[in-house]
Structure formats: structure tokens, C-alpha cells
């Protein structure tokens, strides 16, 4: 089945990954992707870093699942999330998803959806550093929001 995911201490280059998840794939007429960066701010506080925990095992079984959501919903022809753990900098990559199909309502579609569904239900946990101490940043209800309306 196609989708793949991967967890992972290094950053990624997203370039070698668009040119390696399409290569000699000509049924492929679009590829959508996102890649999300830690911000250097977050509730008006100033974050100097961001350290993401995941439990191995359950947390790529959880990404999988989304994936086979979102192949099962569009037309995909395959669809991957990288995601970081560890301690990451303002600036740095810490997601990257890409979709591919046949025509480009699918490949948008899908990767928005799949993000939004990483948001709100990957079993990651992500703790960051501010000048005030260290906290644990829970989902936005914002987020939730943008995952209901694909219910």
C-alpha cells in the first residue's frame, strides 16, 4: 500500500525528497506539499527552542493510519510525512507531508487534511523553552477546528 512515513532526529531536504517521492512515476500529474517550521514565538512569548517526545511504535502506526485515511478519501497515488523529534531551533523543519495524484484537487486536499489530522491526533508531545521556563503546548482549539470539518 503506498504511504510512508518516517521519524527522525535529522533535518531533511525537502528538495531530494520531492525528486525521490516522484521519480519515474508519470502516472503522477500533482504533488502538493507543506513543511512546517518551529516559530521563534508562541502565545507572545519568545521560544528558544522546541523539544518534540514521541513513543516509537504507536506514534509511526498513528501516522499510517492518517495516511491510509487520506489515500482512501482522494485519488492518491502516494502520500509521506517526515517528522522530527528531539530538540529543534526557531527556524528549523519539523514536518514535511507531500500527496501525489492524479490531478492537483486531490493532492491539496489531502495534504491539508493529513496535516490537520497530525495536529490534533499524532501522539507527539512537544515542550518549549521560553525566557519565562519550560511548557508543554497542547493543540489550539484552532486546530481542532480545522480537523472537525473534515468529519
Known amino acids: 500500500m503506498p504511504g510512508s512515513v518516517r521519524i527522525q532526529h535529522e533535518d531533511f531536504d525537502i528538495g531530494a525528497e520531492i525528486r525521490h517521492f516522484q521519480q519515474s512515476r508519470t502516472e503522477i500529474g500533482a504533488v502538493a506539499t507543506f513543511t512546517g517550521l518551529v516559530r521563534d514565538l508562541n502565545l507572545s512569548d519568545k521560544v528558544s527552542s522546541m523539544t ?3 513513543y516509537p511504535g504507536m506514534t509511526e502506526k498513528s501516522l499510517q493510519e492518517i495516511l491510509e485515511q487520506a489515500i ?15 530538540k529543534l531551533l526557531p527556524g528549523d523543519q519539523i514536518v514535511f507531508v ?7 484537487g486531490d493532492a491539496f486536499s489531502a495534504c491539508e487534511f ?11 508531545w512537544k515542550k518549549e523553552e521560553t525566557a519565562s521556563g519550560s511548557r ?3 493543540a489550539r482549539e484552532t486546530d ?7 468529519k
Request: no cysteine; net charge negative; proline share 2%.
Open 114 to 124: 493529513i496535516m490537520d489530522y497530525l495536529k490534533t491526533q499524532a501522539p507527539f
Open 52 to 54: 518534540l517526545e514521541h
Open 144 to 150: 481542532s477546528d480545522a480537523a472537525e470539518r473534515w
Open 72 to 86: 482512501e478519501r482522494w485519488q492518491l497515488i502516494d502520500a509521506m510525512v517526515i517528522h522530527r523529534v528531539g
Open 136 to 138: 508543554w503546548v497542547d
Open 98 to 104: 507531500t500527496t501525489a495524484s492524479a490531478h492537483r
